[in-house]
């Protein structure tokens, strides 16, 4: 019975053991996966190969080098058939995916990489939404096609128009493109004018579900939800997320209208959600009428508490409101969230999935609707994620403790250990003779389920220096970024199989939904920009601010970038308007605004501090490139300082102008890349050294690298504009 007598083809993701060029036509290799398990793969005259490619990059075609490529410990997807044999199957590749040139290279981790991706994903957001032309919300509509295409629908949801304003000021924050930023300020004013309901005499803020445009412009505002799961009822998640966009864009802008719907709104959850008793937590759902937890009206969802109304403020809005403002009651909400969740969430006397749905008095509830007993993996991963960016702002052992013990748990009942990626629903309780939690409606991947799992991995492993998270994360990256970005129409895919193939049936086929719009692929880009260049790779991260005047309180812009462990980074560089500034604090991460009426554009390098240089391309304009370059110019620097010339160089210039009045001092190799880089660079680009010191200076000119460069103690860009 069940014998697998017929081929079918699959996915396998793992690591090289070795490669046999004599075994069979064409060569076999051995793959071990993630827990174990090996597999001999067959190489086929058809088989072909490529490398992990961005958004916006093009088809990198590996099939010539695939032999080559095909070493020891070397991470790769291979798709194949599987073919019925004498005593078992045999697997054939027919495509093969790689995550880097070297078998230590993961492409996703260099340091522009979620940069690009996220521009990417504005750009498609602009395009799909408004056009490519005035960016104009009322052309906003929730519900999008595989390519971007908006369905016959007129509904407008809150907060899927907020979490794309989230996606647009995180995207403005991580590249200063101002056209991001002007998306960001008008969804955020659309929100503000239409989608708000100000209750001055409550002293409260509360959001709309949503509107109906219609054909003639009028409006028909939708006050309590029309989604299956919280009809008719105000449910805690979706004032949550109305504040995600307002409170991103806040942190760029310091916008003080902004803060006040955010307090307000706040108001409402203290007031009505907000467990007053000696049980605490916070309710799911209020009825639209009374604000009651206890409304009859409210059914099944009555006196309940859950996952989203206790965890999701923190990576929602709460944690970037502390960021920005450093206000000691937002740390003390933050406490008192996740103190909740380490008290009451673990349930690992009986499942290895924490519960999720709880009654009043926090006894489990079981029997709610879709759930049931039932695990959301991602919920899991989103917990320990969160737990370790909480220990860092106030340490608690016991929040590491639970963090590390979801992280432990979660591959063997969570992962796909064969194919990679991430599950979605499955049953918390494994029944008699089983040894695997069943799937609840299907082995599918959901995109926001890969996020959890590669933040939680990678803040752990640069948190606690773990080389076992940090190999869980890369695997999860890896699956993410090979299968889920869609080079055809942009965006990024709801689902996909279990093998990685785009599932494009339902709603599960647009890339927009009531569940799906620009948050969690924006926010994944912007925290994997963050752990993997400040706390693992050890690379410099740029930030941008535009604050109004007035609105940050002292005029204190505060610029950390996530709750890093303590330490770990500080401010290299500061430039104003494009000019270098010296009022900040480096290590409690500060700027000092200037007074003055001018727009100000705020550019912040971070450093992590184990850092001893910095290269920065500060701007390619008119054919010039200037880029400045700080510390011990060594050979452990030398890969940032290329990746700099190689933005600088990725268009046309006619001179490259290095400000080096910060340059400490160079090595013997350092000195020998300056010259090899001269050499390469050609006669047509002309060189400028501008500030050395006189002992960088003396070696350089030792050296003979300054003959045939322009060395200046200060650069003009009027005197010295190019003929």
């Known amino acids: 019975m069940n014998t697998v007598t017929f081929p079918f083809s699959d996915l396998i993701a793992g690591y090289v053991t070795n490669f046999n060029s004599q075994n069979g036509a064409f060569g076999t290799f051995n793959l071990k996966t993630t827990d174990g398990r090996d597999f001999e793969v067959a190489l086929s005259e058809t088989t072909y190969a490529e490398l992990v490619r961005n958004l916006g990059e093009p088809y990198y075609d590996c099939t010539l080098q695939m032999r080559a490529m095909l070493v020891s410990n070397r991470y790769l997807f291979v798709y194949g058939t599987f073919y019925p044999g004498d005593s078992q199957h045999k697997f054939e590749a027919k495509h093969i995916v790689f995550l880097g040139k070297t078998e230590t290279e993961y492409a996703f981790e260099k340091q522009d990489w979620w940069v690009n991706q996220v521009r990417n994903l504005a750009n498609f957001y602009l395009k799909v939404q408004f056009e490519d032309g005035e960016i104009d919300y009322r052309k906003y509509r929730t519900n999008l096609g595989l390519v971007g295409a908006k369905e016959i629908s007129n509904r407008q949801e809150t907060d899927t128009i907020s979490r794309l304003v989230y996606g647009f000021a995180t995207a403005y924050l991580m590249t200063g493109d101002d056209r991001y930023l002007e998306a960001a300020e008008k969804g955020t004013e659309y929100l503000r004018d239409h989608m708000r309901f100000l209750d001055e005499g409550e002293g409260i803020c509360y959001w709309y579900h949503g509107i109906d445009v219609k054909p003639d412009g009028r409006e028909q505002k939708i006050f309590s939800s029309e989604f299956g799961d919280d009809y008719d009822a105000i449910p805690a998640y979706e004032q949550i997320y109305a504040l995600a966009g307002l409170t991103q864009t806040y942190r760029v802008t310091g916008d003080p209208g902004i803060m006040n719907d955010i307090e307000l ?131 608690k052992e016991k929040y590491v403790a639970l963090a590390e013990k979801i992280a432990d748990i979660m591959p063997a009942v969570g992962s796909d250990q064969q194919r990679g990626g991430w599950y979605d629903v499955v049953e918390r309780i494994l029944e008699p003779n089983q040894k695997t939690h069943r799937f609840v409606w299907h082995d599918r991947k959901a995109w926001w389920q890969q996020e959890q799992a590669i933040l939680a991995y990678l803040i752990l492993a640069g948190s606690l220096n773990n080389a076992q998270y940090q190999k869980l994360a890369r695997e999860s990256a890896a699956f993410y970024n090979a299968w889920f970005l869609d080079y055809a129409d942009g965006g990024i895919y709801f689902n996909v199989l279990a093998n990685g193939v785009p599932y494009l049936l339902g709603t599960e086929r647009g890339k927009g939904s009531h569940s799906m719009s620009g948050y969690h692929s924006f926010e994944l880009a912007y925290l994997s920009c963050v752990y993997t260049n400040l706390l693992l790779t050890k690379k410099p991260m740029d930030l941008y601010f535009k604050p109004k005047q007035g609105g940050f309180k002292d005029n204190i812009l505060r610029v950390q970038p996530d709750i890093l462990p303590p330490g770990s980074v500080q401010i290299g560089e500061v430039w104003i308007n494009g000019q270098p500034y010296s009022d900040f604090d480096a290590e409690n991460l500060t ?97 400028y050294i501008v500030g050395a010191t006189e002992n960088v200076l003396d070696f350089l000119k030792k050296g003979a690298f300054c003959e045939g460069v322009t060395v200046l103690e200060h650069y003009d860009t009027v005197e010295l504009a190019i003929v």
């Open 591 to 687: 700027v000092k605004l200037p007074l003055t009426q001018d727009e100000l554009k705020v550019r912040v390098r971070l450093l992590p501090t184990q850092v001893f240089f910095n290269a920065t391309l500060l701007e390619v304009t008119g054919g010039v490139a200037k880029i400045s370059l700080s510390g011990l110019l060594d050979a452990n620097a030398l890969g940032l300082l290329e990746e700099e010339l190689q933005k600088a160089t990725a268009q046309s210039i006619k001179r490259l102008v290095l400000l080096v009045q910060d340059l400490k001092c160079i090595s013997a190799s350092g000195l020998r890349y300056l010259i090899f880089t001269k050499q390469k660079l050609g006669s047509d680009i002309d060189i």
């Open 265 to 395: 709104t706040m108001n409402l959850f203290k007031r009505y959600f907000l467990d007053k008793t000696d049980k605490g937590g916070f309710f799911s759902h209020i009825d639209p009428i009374n604000l009651s937890p206890y409304s009859s009206t409210l059914g099944h969802n009555r006196a309940k508490k859950n996952w989203n109304s206790v965890g999701d403020h923190a990576p929602a809005y709460l944690i970037n409101l502390w960021l920005a403002s450093g206000k000691n009651e937002y740390a003390d909400l933050l406490e008192y969230t996740f103190d909740a969740i380490e008290k009451h969430f673990p349930d690992y006397d009986s499942s290895p999935f924490v519960q999720e749905r709880f009654h009043e008095d926090w006894s489990h509830d079981k029997t709610w609707g879709w759930q049931q007993n039932r695990a959301v993996v991602g919920h899991n991963l989103k917990i320990a994620w969160n737990l370790m960016r909480m220990h860092h702002l106030k340490p």
